[in-house]
């Protein structure tokens, strides 16, 4: 796979470890790039995306059909994937598909296990909360098993994820995609090893709590995505979401935290490495 350099070095102060990098600009941590809805101009968008300093991304899975494409739809690019079995596609889970995930994580590329977890918006009928809490674990047991990190999804359900986690012992780490619960469920999670995923919620004029969680954690426990091309931001004039956003949400998040873009491109990537990519020499 391409490896690509670092760009824009910055000499200035930054927090902790990111002191030792240099900005290799921005990375998508969270993108549905295979979905069709960018099958009409997807080598469009992404030169784009390269224009605009963004270096790569992370394509979850979320079932068996389109994470069996996974791995060539991103070879020869600079994006990576995860597998796993996404809880708002529960219709198409059979729990045969646990044996081909654990299959396929001994063998695959993948990168972390996941887009799964929990999805409690509405009232859900007990038989598919039990389904969701049965792949849960198994997959949370997947990713000790095989030493991986994993992208929780979350919704209306992130003090049972965290029960659940305490329960499993977890110590894998990961990232919860969309964050948007309380500090105290933040804090919580980051005593568990895991990072926050940060999206275009960052962007609208009402989320004044996200705001002021961001600002009360530390700037490494936050992870930049967009999961496009769903949760569009505000501010686009198109409906379908995409990574072209991903530096809106960064120089937001740097405004936050009072530093410059290239700083915050620099401990981004030292984040990433650490949780994605912990035993090899990627430039992210």
Request: hydrophobic share 40%.
């Amino acid at each position: 796979m391409k490896k690509y350099s670092p760009r824009d070095s910055f000499s200035g102060s930054l927090p902790g470890s990111c002191q030792k990098l240099s900005s290799p600009g921005w990375f998508d941590t969270h993108c549905h790039f295979d979905f069709p809805a960018f099958d009409p101009d997807r080598r469009a968008v992404w030169q784009h995306c390269e224009t605009l300093g963004i270096s790569g991304l992370i394509v979850p899975g979320v079932c068996r059909e389109q994470g069996e494409r996974l791995a060539s739809f991103c070879a020869g690019q600079p994006w990576f994937f995860a597998l796993g079995l996404h809880p708002c596609f529960s219709e198409r889970h059979r729990m045969a598909d646990l044996d081909w995930l654990e299959q396929v994580l001994s063998t695959s590329e993948c990168v972390a296990v996941g887009e799964f977890g929990l999805h409690f918006s509405r009232p859900v009928d007990l038989a598919v909360r039990q389904q969701q809490r049965q792949l849960f674990d198994a997959q949370i047991q997947l990713a000790q098993q095989h030493k991986l990190p994993v992208i929780l999804h979350g919704v209306g359900a992130h003090d049972e994820i965290i029960q659940a986690l305490r329960l499993a012992r977890f110590d894998g780490g990961g990232v919860v995609h969309a964050f948007s619960g309380s500090e105290q469920q933040a804090r919580q999670y980051l005593d568990l090893g895991f990072c926050l995923g940060l999206g275009g919620l960052l962007l609208r004029p009402n989320a004044h709590r996200l705001r002021r969680t961001v600002q009360q954690l530390p700037l490494e426990a936050w992870l930049l995505e967009t999961d496009a091309p769903d949760m569009t931001p505000a501010i686009a004039a198109s409906r379908r979401n995409s990574p072209v956003f991903l530096p809106l949400v960064g120089v937001a998040l740097a405004r936050i935290k009072q530093l410059t873009p290239a700083a915050l491109q620099a401990c981004q990537a030292d984040s990433i490495r650490k949780l994605f990519f912990p035993l090899s020499d990627h430039p992210i």
